[in-house]
């Protein structure tokens, strides 16, 4: 079988890449269920399978990531720059992403059993942030690292996020639903018996309430602060795409899980250059004097200054490419040229003698325009590699 990062996403959902948002959901509720580990003990491939199906639909149920998939493949998703696009590390975390899907947690439970490492009392957990992070194309052709400082809740240092003053015991079993965290209603109709199941109101669903809130956090077990985390920032990404960092949100409510920080890519609009993909496209101006007779022009790189010969007869419209002087591939060997793209400058002003030269030059035939067929060729296909010094 292809690898996860091989497959297609709509593939591993069999479905069309055409299909609606109620039959991307179907589809992996589906696949869910049949290769849930509960019901395949120790098949390390259905487990593979489960948290693949998941990957797919963390996708495919996001207008915007589905967008970009469709547009730019694995490349244009966060995930790009480390771990499957949804950050899953274990069968709950993939569950408490999407236990919507089936109906709540104690009903998706009570399906398969109780899963390991989610019990009551962990609390709630904290909600994502967001950050923009502005880079300049130098920066996104070398990779670059920044130390970010996020005004967030961080987790109560006296209460230890408990929200208990007395962590040690400072807790009693929620009266309303017995420590179970939730509360159900059994209604009966025409139809048959129907089952209703929320979150406890009394505790929230933490199973247990607080007998002496603390007086630091007023029993929230966290406070607002700062914190300061580290993003590396690989090389090549493209604006537009973004980063994923687990753990770094805002902190849960009386231990909840941290929730993600969400590092938004933004790129500088550059002085020289503009981007195409992989290649930088530069814009060289040249008078008529060095188009005609040739010259050598120094020119801008990412990585400092370069010496570009220029043929005499040069044609405004031409490309010179250098290659190797573009951007990486993010996580690949390839990177992309550098594009000089020749014009050449018509001055605006002329001096009275160089008026009089000008209209003496304009009578040579050989300065008569011949344009060529490469003249009326597309953009590319007037590229030539140039030879840099």
């Given amino acids: 079988m292809p690898s996860t990062a091989e497959r297609d996403f709509y593939d591993v959902l069999g479905v069309a890449r055409q299909a609606t948002p109620d039959e991307i959901k179907k589809a992996y509720r589906k696949k869910a269920l049949q290769f849930h580990p509960d019901r395949n ?42 771990g499957p696009p949804g950050g899953f590390t274990d069968i709950s975390d993939i569950f408490s992403a999407f236990s919507d899907i089936f109906g709540g947690e104690s009903r998706f439970e009570d399906v398969f059993g109780r899963q ?31 130390q970010l400082t996020l005004r967030k809740y961080v987790g109560c ?42 979150p406890c109101p009394t505790c929230a669903g933490e199973g247990r309430t607080i ?26 990404i493209s604006g537009g795409h973004y980063l994923q960092i687990r753990g770094a949100g805002n902190a849960g409510v ?10 938004e890519i933004d790129e500088k609009e550059h002085e020289h250059f503009r981007r195409d993909g992989l290649d930088v496209i530069h814009d060289l101006y040249l008078s008529f004097p060095d188009a005609a007779l040739g010259t050598d022009a120094t020119v801008p790189t990412l990585k400092g200054r370069a010496k570009l010969q220029i043929d005499a ?41 160089l008026r009089d030269a000008l209209e003496q030059m304009r009578l040579e035939p050989d300065l ?22």
Avoid: I
């Fill in 41 to 82: 003990p120790g098949d390390a491939e259905a487990e593979s399978n489960f948290k693949e199906a998941a990957e797919a639909y963390e996708v495919l149920s996001n207008a915007d990531k589905r967008a970009r998939y469709d547009r730019f493949g694995r490349a244009g998703l966060g995930g790009a720059a480390g």
């Fill in 116 to 146: 390991p490492g989610r019990r009551r009392g962990q609390g709630r957990p904290g909600t994502d942030l967001r950050v923009r992070l502005a880079l300049t194309l130098e920066e996104v052709a070398e990779g670059v690292e920044r």
């Fill in 157 to 198: 240092e006296h209460c230890d996020a408990t929200g208990a003053e007395n962590k040690e015991a400072g807790y009693t079993t929620c009266p309303t639903c017995q420590g179970a965290g939730e509360v159900r209603q059994v209604s009966n109709s025409f139809f048959g018996q129907f089952v209703n199941v929320q």
């Fill in 211 to 236: 007998d002496e809130p603390c007086h630091v956090c007023e029993g929230e077990g966290r406070v607002k602060g700062e914190e300061s985390v580290t993003v590396e920032v690989p090389a090549g």
């Fill in 254 to 263: 009386r231990g909840g899980a941290s929730g993600s920080l969400r590092v």
């Fill in 313 to 353: 007869g040069l044609q405004s419209g031409r490309v010179l490419r250098m290659r190797g002087r573009g951007l990486p591939e993010v996580g690949g060997g390839r990177r992309g040229d550098q594009l000089v793209q020749v014009h050449v400058w018509t001055p605006e002003r002329l001096s009275e003698p």
């Fill in 368 to 389: 008569k325009p011949q344009p060529s067929k490469g003249n009326r060729k597309g953009f590319f296909s007037r590229v030539k590699d140039a030879f840099v010094g």
